[in-house]
């Protein structure tokens, strides 16, 4: 397999992505990476057999407007999505905007036909072990149609059906209430796709708080509201993770606990994780785009990667087209 | 001061809150409280001094259509506002349906001049210890326009000024990203009329991760995205409570270490369950109304009860109008 990586365009810089793709390049090297950067920051990599480096000499801002990202050719994202295209790549990665990977890889590589909105796509975890929940969209788009909400939860429910071998996965329509009547006229609406098309295990609406117990599959909703319960969830687990960390150092004898407890909690600290959580990928585009959390570090660009190559090595692209064209 | 109490509304009927109101009654002998329900489920309460109670015939359900909730002359709701204008209580508090509530808090006690739409405030936990947030609105609106945000930014302000001793409190706004031309139309126009909104300390947009951690004081959102928020919130942080308990009964060493690490993880729990905020303000009604937890315990009806006598003790109303009289 190919995978078109951008080095440039996280928060982070060149530094901590050349260490991930050293790592994953020799744990892979039937496969080819190549890596569109700065060629004095990627000296680390040159002589590195299964990675080929190709030059690119600006970096995109992490609050470029989108239409501008299409002008500038020299940019890291820019070239990552041209050398995709040339040499027929089978996924792309960028910690760049998101607005800029969407613009250009909508723009570029053209969308699924029949698809009107590509939407970002990532499992989290839950309070089951080894179970996972994926939602779409993550905030790819800042509004949303019913038609297209509709869209997510087909594209939602093919993801899900492949990388966790399950043929129906449950889908539920993020909302404020759980009756059938709740919401704005957006949800009301989309309501009524969902529960009408067949193709769907549609089991109505859920709040925020259902699916990371793990009695969900797939959650849909529209970017906006999407980001917020991303940003939201992983926060709170944030947050939570610093509390344990004081109430373990709270005194002498929480500190001996620690030392006691310390093996459920690697086990905790592993599983919520968002740094486990690495890559979002953008559904709807005619080819695997993952774009790596903005602000990477070695863990979450790796977890990135690893997200990346199974969705490649699963053919997502040709399984949501076909499930879509016998539709 | 004196309280009108639907003590009928919640999902797990009135036995809970009798026993609430009960030891609430007791601590606060001076004040006196009209309990309205039905009058055999009553019983325990109705010998104590300063409890009326106030008969009445029918719950409202939790699916109910707003509108229909003010044609049921005889529910618990209705008559709990009926209370609250005779008697020209302090407060009303109930766990009934927030749409029930909204409509007849809103048309029967009225807005607070010049208030286009009440919305929903409580305080949040965050990572600093004692330090709280407040959010408006968690749901009492679907959808919001550019002005009533601004209500919610100015109302927020003063709130968390007259409960937390803080004349200048720092004002976000729920968006997918910081920078000033992040998010829809909505998030872009409100954000251009806090900024130029001397009355309020704006800080500017605000990611769902941020106020957790305790540095923003009024998180400003529409209803839909705001009860996304607390709803995902309130879901992770008991999660996360789930997996500590699994954490230190995964083998005897943790259980071990569990019973030194107790004093820490006790606080921890305090501090971060949500049963603590078991109440909502309807805020930009002419009166205090509010709406306790739909699935109330002991715990979180009791909170909601000390909210409600906090804002009251406060006049919160008369600080409302008097500020947006000077603005």
Do not use: W
């Not at 060149?14 to 260490?19: G, W």
């Not at 009547?181 to 259902?210: A, M, W």
């Not at 980001?227 to 109430?247: H, P, R």
């Amino acid at each position: 397999m190919k995978f078109a990586i951008d080095m440039m365009g996280g928060d982070n810089g060149s530094l901590i992505i050349v260490e991930s793709i050293l790592e994953f390049a020799s744990k892979h090297p039937e496969d080819i990476f190549y890596c569109v950067g700065n060629v004095e920051e990627l000296g680390k990599i040159k002589d590195v057999k299964n990675i080929i480096i190709i030059p690119s000499k600006t970096v995109l801002r992490m609050d470029i407007e989108p239409m501008e990202a299409l002008h500038d050719k020299e940019s890291s994202l820019f070239i990552t999505v041209d050398t995709f295209l040339k040499e027929q790549c089978d996924a792309i990665i960028s910690a760049g905007s998101t607005g800029a990977i969407l613009t250009l890889a909508t723009l570029k590589i053209k969308r699924i036909p029949g698809i009107t909105r590509p939407g970002l796509i990532t499992p989290f975890p839950t309070y089951k072990k080894n179970k996972k929940f994926v939602c779409i969209d993550l905030g790819a788009n800042t509004v949303n149609t019913k038609e297209e909400l509709h869209q997510f939860a087909q594209m939602g429910s093919i993801y899900y059906s492949f990388m966790y071998n399950d043929a129906h996965p449950k889908v539920g329509l993020l909302n404020i209430g759980t009756e059938e009547e709740k919401g704005n006229d957006l949800r009301k609406e989309t309501y009524q796709l969902l529960k009408n098309d067949p193709s769907i295990n549609f089991i109505g609406n859920v709040e925020g708080k259902e699916p990371l117990y793990g009695n969900i599959d797939v959650l849909v909703t529209d970017g906006f509201s999407g980001n917020i319960f991303l940003k939201t969830t992983e926060g709170s687990c944030k947050v939570m993770s610093l509390l344990i960390k004081d109430a373990f150092k709270k005194n002498l004898l929480t500190k001996i606990g620690y030392l006691f407890s310390k093996k459920g909690f690697d086990d905790l600290k592993e599983r919520m994780d968002y740094k486990n959580v690495g890559g979002a990928m953008l559904m709807g585009v005619n080819g695997i785009v993952v774009k790596a959390h903005g602000n990477s570090d070695f863990k979450s660009f790796t977890s990135a990667l690893n997200i990346c190559y199974d969705l490649a090595k699963k053919d997502i692209i040709k399984q949501i087209k076909e499930a879509l064209q016998s539709k």
